[in-house]
């Protein structure tokens, strides 16, 4: 009777397990599924967002070229008479900055490397303890020289004819050399940049060649 109730007992638990074991296939069987599932959406909606937010590669051009019309084809809005009327008014206004030491107004209007150029000249002014006074710069004539389009930036190279008139002192007041009377007429050339997509009108001085 002992071995009866064994047996009854261990093919009761069979039972119970092989149910349990079918009721946890379906369960486990149809969440695996639904995960599947939900994971294959999600690698899509991914793929989906990747490219949607990829980004789309713009034809990206450089200009490069040389003069006045090409110049006016790639900026039609460059206006030649109001460009030298400018650097006619920079020119004076930048010497006269580098003869009396105002920095503040050189590194708004020169890059860097004749920014450095004209301090290095002010500074061995300074040394000498010299100061300039009474200083008249009148331009007589400019004119553009060159034109140049280099990776996306203009360089104009003008031509002025000019004349200065200066008195530099020494430290202790003293005239050190009286040029308030020259009447020399002189040439240089300055060469100006501007970046073509530039949101500033202002032109900066990128280089400087005296002629005579």
């Not at 294959?40 to 990206?60: D, R």
């Not at 020259?182 to 990128?206: C, G, H, I």
């Amino acid at each position: 009777w002992e071995k009866k109730v064994q047996y009854f007992d261990i093919i009761l638990f069979a039972v119970i397990a092989g149910v349990l074991a079918v009721r946890l296939y379906r369960i486990l069987g149809t969440k695996s599924k639904v995960t599947i599932e939900e994971s294959e959406e999600a690698v899509q909606k991914v793929v989906n967002i990747k490219k949607e937010k990829e980004p789309t590669k713009e034809n990206i051009t450089t200009e490069n070229g040389e003069g006045l019309n090409y110049l006016k084809k790639v900026q039609p809005d460059f206006d030649e008479i109001g460009f030298l009327s400018g650097a006619s008014k920079a020119f004076p206004m930048l010497l006269e900055a580098k003869y009396k030491a105002n920095k503040k107004v050189l590194i708004s209007f020169l890059e860097d490397d004749i920014f450095r150029i004209f301090e290095k000249q002010i500074l061995d002014q300074e040394s000498k303890g010299h100061t300039i006074d009474n200083c008249k710069i009148e331009v007589f004539g400019k004119n553009i020289q060159e034109i140049k389009i280099q990776d996306n930036i203009v360089y104009i190279r003008v031509n002025f004819k000019y004349n200065e008139k200066f008195i530099i002192n020494n430290s202790d007041g003293s005239i050190f050399l009286d040029l308030s009377k020259d009447e020399d007429e002189k040439t240089v050339a300055w060469t100006f940049l501007r970046p073509l997509e530039s949101d500033s009108p202002n032109w900066k001085l990128f280089g400087v060649n005296q002629i005579n």
